[in-house]
């Protein structure tokens, strides 16, 4: 058993980018898991790395590109030792770039995209050979047709919380965006299969689901008797799916914010009181460059139709500054609006060109030192917004989600309804519970809280999941 145990190769994925790439490194973690690897947490003595990568932003790529000269050292230390250690570079640099990655980084054996991860097996035989492999085909549906249904790696890590992908890709086309080239055209995931997938995570000990897509709030797919179901309709039947307390979706888009969808947030009880809209600018000049297809009136209407439906739900989106032909008057409407919605928390960032997307040709590129100082400007304010969330929040009681160990020994870490970190004073066995906590105290990123009451200790037959509070 012991010699078994030391003759199992050692993989090491490192993640980059969105909650997708999560995703997506946590299915390769149980490809390679099928295939008899051990995930390990340090790529000095892995047999294989892989860099699963990020090309939304320049800066984001590049540290793809300093990650791989400090790994071509190592494969020459290893290579030394009698190891020869496979370099695999996968998701959306892998997919923009393909064979050009060869050359650039003369370390890597094998590239290849986010729709071709299911073929790993394979690939790895073909670079154990000494090939150096690249593969960006799009075979999206037969990826998720042959990926693995059991969820080891989440197992291993005792995770309550997850992600599920149900929908890929993006037809919209924002005149900055690199993801409809390396993710491709939208596809939506068969209602039946999400269902076994969600099924299969409440197994594994998860009872908080994060559904995911590019573009998630356009999903539609069939069920099994070919109705269409869409976003609200596949969210009613995971409610109903035994073991699921929660759910969350993630990223939308304004104009597929729907009313069924909207509704959504008052009526079903699972659906959490969160949502990420990215809006990207507050001047219509600049949404028409950006190809966002809606104005800052019409998101301002959609939020609050979501406020009627669910008066406390708490907003996040995404802003870029600096896009090309930004005025200051642009940059002020971004603020105004900012103001006008108030937000729980934000993300923020300067205008990356990107090849291959029509704003990187344009001629109205901003100054870096002026997108720098927008960007401050405009962080500052979420900031304000952030801590005024988080501070309002003191002296409340939420069920939270306690869903990993805390900061220091005897606390545990989970997330509020509205999805803010919060530091709990909690024994370690209510880990994958939902309990009541009272916010102590708001720090202006996370909250520091104590259980209100006694808490239910976990059962085995409730595989430790306390039912959570009307709150939802
Ligand atoms: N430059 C800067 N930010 C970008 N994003 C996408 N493309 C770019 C780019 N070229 C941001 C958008 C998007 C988020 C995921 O990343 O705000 O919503
Ligand atoms: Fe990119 Fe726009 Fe599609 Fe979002 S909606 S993935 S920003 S092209």
New binding site residues.
């Given amino acids: 058993m012991k010699h078994a145990e030391t003759a199992r190769k050692k993989a090491f994925i490192r993640t980059y980018g969105?909650q997708m790439n999560v995703y997506d490194s946590e299915r390769m973690s149980d490809l390679l898991i099928a295939e008899g690897y051990q995930l390990v947490e340090d790529g000095n003595d892995a047999d294989l790395v892989i860099l699963n990568t990020c090309h939304?932003?320049e800066k984001a790529a590049e540290k793809v590109y300093s990650e791989l000269g400090r790994l071509r050292i190592n494969k020459a230390h290893s290579k030394a030792e009698g190891r020869d250690t496979i370099i695999a570079v996968a998701g959306c640099v892998a997919q923009a770039e393909g064979e050009e990655m060869l050359r650039r980084a003369p370390a890597v054996d094998l590239v290849f995209g986010p729709q071709v991860y299911h073929r790993l097996p394979q690939l790895l035989s073909r670079a154990s050979a000494g090939e150096r492999v690249v593969e960006t085909e799009f075979p999206v549906e037969e990826k998720f047709d042959t990926l693995p249904k059991e969820r080891h790696s989440l197992a291993a890590q005792r995770a309550s919380a997850a992600f599920l992908t149900i929908q890929e890709g993006c037809d919209k086309f924002c005149t900055?965006?690199?993801v409809p080239y390396t993710r491709g055209a939208e596809f939506s995931r068969p209602v039946n299969v999400i269902l076994d997938e969600a099924k299969q995570l409440v197994n594994t000990g998860v009872c908080e689901i994060t559904l995911l897509g590019q573009n998630v709030n356009a999903y539609h797919g069939a069920n099994d008797t070919g109705r269409d179901y869409q976003l609200a309709d596949l969210l009613a039947a995971l409610a109903e799916v035994d073991g699921v307390e929660r759910l969350r979706y993630t990223?939308s888009h304004p104009r597929d914010m729907t009313p069924d969808l909207i509704a959504a947030h008052r009526d079903n009880s699972k659906l959490m009181p969160y949502l990420h809209l990215?809006i990207?600018s507050g001047s219509d000049k600049i949404l028409d460059a950006m190809n966002r297809k809606h104005t800052a009136a019409e998101y301002v209407a959609i939020i609050e139709d979501l406020r009627a439906a669910r008066p406390d739900i708490a907003l996040s989106s995404?802003?870029?500054v600096g896009f090309p032909g930004e005025t200051e008057d642009d940059f002020a409407d971004t603020l105004r609006l900012v103001s006008k919605v108030g937000f729980a928390q934000a993300?923020s960032?300067?205008?990356?060109?990107?090849p291959g997307?029509p704003a990187a040709d344009s001629e109205l590129q901003i100054d870096e030192a002026i997108k720098a100082e927008r960007l401050a400007r405009l962080q500052a304010l979420i900031g304000e917004q952030q801590a005024a969330f988080n501070r309002n929040s003191e002296n409340t009681v939420f069920p939270v989600l306690l869903d990993r160990e805390g900061r220091n020994p005897g606390q545990l870490a989970g997330r509020t309804p509205y999805l803010q970190a919060i530091q709990v004073e909690a024994p370690a066995e209510l880990r994958g519970t939902i309990q009541q906590v009272r916010v102590d105290r708001a720090g202006p990123h996370s909250l520091f809280g104590s259980l209100d009451e006694m808490p239910a200790m976990p059962s085995a037959g409730d595989r430790g999941i306390q039912m959570a509070g009307a709150s939802n």
Avoid at 349 to 354: G, H, I, L, T, V
């Fill in positions: 969105c939304i932003r900055f965006c690199v990223t990215p990207q995404d802003f870029i993300y960032f300067k205008y990356s060109p990107r997307t």
